[in-house]
């Protein structure tokens, strides 16, 4: 089965129903977590990359998977390892004994969709090999840059920093990611439903033998962001985003609030959202429905706050609940 394909007009509601079909391929594979499915849609139309948090077999990896297989584009995996190396996954150059010359041999981020699994268990120097290709959209190797393919999407899984093993990520590649998304345990009728399915023949290793099938394109990709890029935007939700972020940079709880960037990346989501639920513009509640998973790795906790049980998500949950909404 070939993926619809939105036509040259780029017609919005073909390319929303590709995009929400997506959610219907996935869950082929994975139970719940549908907060992680709409934040990777969200990812895709912002142009931006996905940082999945959670404890080791909360289908991850598999939720990555089933997007790529209901996806028509390019996907590599990348095990991160201590002993990975940056030139494993940027490429690096070859010498040709028969041409006696260097040549390039692309490594895996050179693909539409890079599953950076458990990036937090390589060391800081390999996690960085991927600052200038999430940014830029390339890579340079022996000054030379490489752009890399349109779209490009890094979906990163990572295990808690408290468990062994693992190498927190820094403050300047977590502002990398568009979002954060914490990929929960199962509620008691999710498990349920994920043992049935296991116990009925599921593999997660095959995706193909569970159905999922390609149900979107680059072509439906293109023509839903120029959509989101005509979604209108009024100043006072402008000022609304600024007054949040601002807000962060003014909590006694934090030693580090949210940047500009991270500012323009919470109106980026927030208008994708409002987007993808059938309106030309954006509400406060559109907003709000993005800001924890938008803001919550863009933010740093006080350590005295830290053992007092305080989280990111706590304090950004009372500033939305104290920053006036607009009317």
Known sequence: MSAP??????????????????????????????????????ALLCRGHVLLEGVPGVAKTLLVRALSAALELDTKRVQFTPDLMPSDVTGSLVYDARTTEFSFQPGPVFTNLLLADE?????????????????????????????????????????????????????????????KLNVALPSRQDEIAVLTRHADGFNPRDLQAAGIQPVAGPADLEAARVSVAKTSLSPEITGYVVDICRATRESPSLTLG?????????????RAWAWLTGR???????????????????????PEAEMEGVTADSVISAILAHVPVPR
């Open 119 to 179: 990036i937090n268990r390589t060391p800081p120097k390999t996690q960085a090999s991927l600052l200038e290709a999430m940014e830029e959209r390339q890579v340079t190797v022996d000054g030379t840059p490489r752009l890399l393919p349109e779209p490009f999407l890094v979906a990163a899984t990572q295990n808690p920093v408290e468990y062994e093993g693992t190498y927190p990520l820094p403050e300047a590649q977590l502002d990398r990611f568009l979002l």
């Open 5 to 42: 394909i939105a036509d040259p007009a780029g017609n919005a509601d073909t390319a929303r129903s590709s995009l929400e079909s997506l959610r219907t391929e996935i869950a082929k594979a994975v139970v719940g977590q549908d907060p992680a499915v709409t934040g990777l849609v969200v």
């Open 258 to 270: 949210v940047s500009p960037r991270g500012a323009t990346a919470l109106l980026s989501t927030a």
């Open 280 to 302: 030309d513009y954006v509400t406060p509640d559109d907003v709000k429905a993005l800001a924890l998973p938008t803001l919550r790795h863009r933010v740093q906790l006080r």
